[in-house]
């Protein structure tokens, strides 16, 4: 890494751990974008305080890359003008998605240099083809081109399991500069906490939650190994997540008070774990983890549609909708844990 790089305000605030939504993609009914609720969107997520947002990810649909659509290089378009048009634009993080194939990824990711962003979130699902190897050879290409945010996706919504000996691997590419983690289970989550404690790049690398069904306890934990006869700690930053895509003024509340418990104890461990226990009511009916998470993206719309943020809950799959019985959850939810929603503050966004 450079010492431009280096020096950048954006890595620094990558470290310091950040709240980084999933940006939803605002759709009309004829499924175009919809302008004004996408920037309305995005001014949503910068007044709630959040350090960054990840453009043409999973929550932002994968099938914007269909040519049917082509929808990746103006949404992209669409959010860096919106992002820099705002007075938080400074140091505001702006992350990249980029899949498929490496020439595919090669390809957005010199497009996400064109637009300004920051770092790319490489994913390495959808790719049955590719070796452990081949996925890191391809990591190498993409990270010649720009900071890579590893990505490891859960296998129920396309990702798949990769080894500690992948991780390894991983971690030693000059220019990985973060790891999100999204693989909703606890032994392949330590797999990658443990190898990037052991790489000589440890303190280059910042690990980012993913993994929305456990936010609050893997933002509370330190992880601990000896290594070559010493202490060596590990800790999440911060949070890469679709579930911050709602409720995010929440979500950067929170962030902030487990901060303060890692760093003072200003704040009750119990309590925060109860809280966590709230947020993954929360988070298992948003993403409708009942129907093995096929109401996910319909369940963010949702919730986002009644707070004013967005017109519709329209996707570009038409298997992409609300499960039976998701929306009397999403009520149940709303009434269970009002503390953690943020309606009011919403509708204040103009």
Known sequence: MNSEQQSAGWLQH???????????????????????AQERL????????????AVGVHTTQFEIRDPAFNLLEP???????????????????????????????????QLA?????????????????????????????????????????????????????????????????????????????????????YSKRNPEISLYTGND????????TTYRFKINGKIVEKKFSGGLLGHWAVWTSKAVELLARIKDCRTNAAENYAEL????AAVTDMNAVVFDAANKFKGCIAGIHEVLRRQGLLNGIYCLSPEEKLSPGQAEELDRVAAAYPEWTDDEFAKSVE
């Open 14 to 36: 990558l470290r310091a751990g950040k709240v980084i939504p999933a940006l939803p993609l605002a759709l009309t009914e004829s499924l175009q974008i919809d302008q004004p």
């Open 42 to 53: 995005i001014r949503y997520y910068m007044a709630s305080g959040a350090g960054g947002l």
């Open 75 to 109: 949404i992209f378009k669409m959010a860096a003008e919106e992002i820099e048009r705002n007075p938080r634009s400074v140091d505001f993080i702006k992350v990249a998605g980029i899949c498929g194939p490496t020439e595919q990824a090669l390809k957005e990711a």
């Open 113 to 197: 240099v064109n637009y300004g962003f920051h770092i790319g979130l490489l994913s390495m699902g959808g790719l049955p083809d590719y070796s452990e190897a081949d996925l890191l050879e391809r990591t190498k290409a993409i990270a010649a081109i720009l900071p890579v945010f590893g990505f490891y996706l859960q296998p129920a919504v396309g990702g798949r399991v990769l080894s500690y000996s992948f991780w390894s691997a991983f971690a030693e590419i000059p220019n990985v500069v973060a790891i999100k983690i999204a693989a909703f289970n606890r032994y392949q989550t330590l797999d990658v906490v443990r190898a990037v404690a």
């Open 213 to 220: 069904d456990n936010i609050v306890a893997d933002l509370l």
């Open 273 to 276: 774990l109860t809280i966590g």
